[in-house]
C-alpha cells in the first residue's frame, strides 16, 4: 500500500501551493526599469511639485555637477590648451574621480558618480588609442542610438517602455494595454523620448563626421540636461494625468 499524498507534495490536488509561474520578460524589465526610476525619485504615488521631482531625477547639485563638470573641463582644457588631448582628457576623468572619491568618503551611493567615471574612462582610453579627440563622444553616440532605437521600437510594438515602468510603479502590471487612453499617452511619451535621444544623434553625429570637436563637447552639454529636465517633467505630468490622485 502507497504512502498517502501530503499537501504540498506533486500530485496532492491543493491549488493553493501550485507555484507561481516564472515573471515574463515584460514583468523583469517593468521592474528593472521601475526600480531605477524610483532611485531617481520619479515615484507617480508620491507626493511631490513637478520641480522637485525634475531636481532629484536630475540628481540635486552634485548630480548636475558630476554631469556636467568633467564634459566641461574637456572642452575648456581642450580649447586652450590648442587642442591638447592628454591635459583635455586627464582633466575630464580626473574631475570623475574626485566626485567619486567624495561619494566613497562620505558613504553615499556612488552609483551614479561610479557609472559616469566607467564612461569617461572608457571614452578616454577610446580617444587616447585612435588619437581623436572626437572619439572621446563616441560612447555617448552609441548611446543615444541604442535608447533612441530601444524607445521607438518599444512605442511601435504596442509595449512602450514608459507603460512598463509605470505598469510597475503603479502595480498594474502590464494590464494598461487594455487602457485605450494609457496606451496612447505611454506611446507618445516613448516617442518623444526616442526623438530626444535622436534628435542629440543628429545634431552632434555630423560634428564628429567633421572632427569638430569644441563645437561636439558644447551642443552635448547643451542637449544633455537642459533637454532632459523638460522631459522628465512631461513624462511626470502625462502619468499623473491618467493616474489622478484620490480625493479625500
Given at each position: 500500500?502507497?504512502d498517502?499524498?501530503?499537501?504540498g507534495?506533486?500530485?496532492?490536488?491543493?491549488?493553493?501551493?501550485?507555484?507561481?509561474p516564472?515573471?515574463?520578460?515584460?514583468d523583469?524589465?517593468g521592474?528593472?526599469?521601475?526600480s531605477?526610476?524610483?532611485?531617481a525619485?520619479?515615484?507617480?504615488?508620491a507626493?511631490?511639485t513637478?520641480?522637485?521631482?525634475?531636481?532629484?531625477?536630475?540628481?540635486?547639485w552634485?548630480?548636475?555637477a558630476?554631469?556636467?563638470?568633467?564634459?566641461?573641463?574637456?572642452?575648456?582644457?581642450?580649447t586652450?590648451t590648442?587642442q591638447n588631448?592628454?591635459?583635455?582628457?586627464?582633466?575630464?576623468?580626473?574631475?570623475a574621480?574626485?566626485?567619486t572619491a567624495i561619494?566613497l568618503l562620505?558613504?553615499?551611493p556612488?552609483?551614479?558618480a561610479?557609472?559616469?567615471l566607467?564612461?569617461?574612462?572608457?571614452?578616454?582610453?577610446?580617444?587616447?588609442?585612435?588619437g581623436?579627440?572626437?572619439?572621446?563622444?563616441?560612447?555617448g553616440?552609441?548611446?543615444?542610438?541604442?535608447?533612441?532605437?530601444?524607445f521607438?521600437i518599444?512605442a511601435?510594438?504596442?509595449?512602450?517602455?514608459?507603460?512598463?515602468m509605470?505598469?510597475?510603479?503603479?502595480?498594474?502590471?502590464?494590464?494598461?494595454?487594455?487602457?485605450r487612453?494609457?496606451?496612447?499617452?505611454?506611446?507618445?511619451?516613448?516617442?518623444?523620448?526616442?526623438g530626444?535621444?535622436f534628435a542629440?544623434?543628429?545634431?552632434?553625429?555630423?560634428l564628429?563626421?567633421?572632427?569638430?570637436?569644441?563645437?561636439?563637447?558644447t551642443?552635448?552639454?547643451i542637449?544633455g540636461l537642459?533637454?532632459?529636465a523638460?522631459?522628465?517633467?512631461?513624462?511626470?505630468?502625462?502619468?499623473?494625468?491618467?493616474?489622478p490622485?484620490?480625493t479625500?
Open positions: 500500500m502507497s498517502p499524498v501530503r499537501p507534495e506533486p500530485g496532492s490536488g491543493n491549488p493553493d501551493l501550485t507555484p507561481p516564472p515573471p515574463s520578460a515584460s523583469l524589465l521592474e528593472a526599469l521601475g531605477a526610476a524610483l532611485k525619485g520619479l515615484d507617480p504615488q507626493e511631490a513637478t520641480g522637485h521631482v525634475v531636481w532629484r531625477a536630475m540628481g540635486g552634485r548630480g548636475v558630476e554631469s556636467v563638470l568633467p564634459g566641461l573641463a574637456f572642452v575648456i582644457l581642450y586652450v590648442s588631448l592628454i591635459v583635455a582628457l586627464a582633466g575630464s576623468v580626473g574631475l574621480v574626485v566626485f561619494r562620505q558613504r553615499s556612488i552609483a551614479a561610479f557609472g559616469g566607467v564612461a569617461a574612462a572608457a571614452a578616454a582610453a577610446l580617444a587616447l588609442f585612435t581623436r579627440g572626437e572619439d572621446n563622444f563616441v560612447p553616440l552609441i548611446t543615444n542610438a541604442v535608447y533612441g532605437s530601444a521607438l518599444s511601435l510594438i504596442g509595449w512602450s517602455l514608459i507603460g512598463l509605470v505598469g510597475f510603479l503603479m502595480n498594474e502590471g502590464v494590464t494598461w494595454r487594455a487602457d487612453r494609457k496606451r496612447r499617452v505611454f506611446f507618445w511619451l516613448a516617442i518623444a523620448w526616442a530626444l535621444f542629440r544623434l543628429a545634431v552632434q553625429f555630423p564628429y563626421l567633421a572632427g569638430e570637436v569644441a563645437a561636439l563637447g551642443l552635448k552639454l542637449m537642459p533637454l532632459f523638460p522631459m522628465v517633467a512631461v513624462t511626470w505630468l502625462a502619468v499623473r494625468g491618467i493616474y490622485r484620490p479625500a
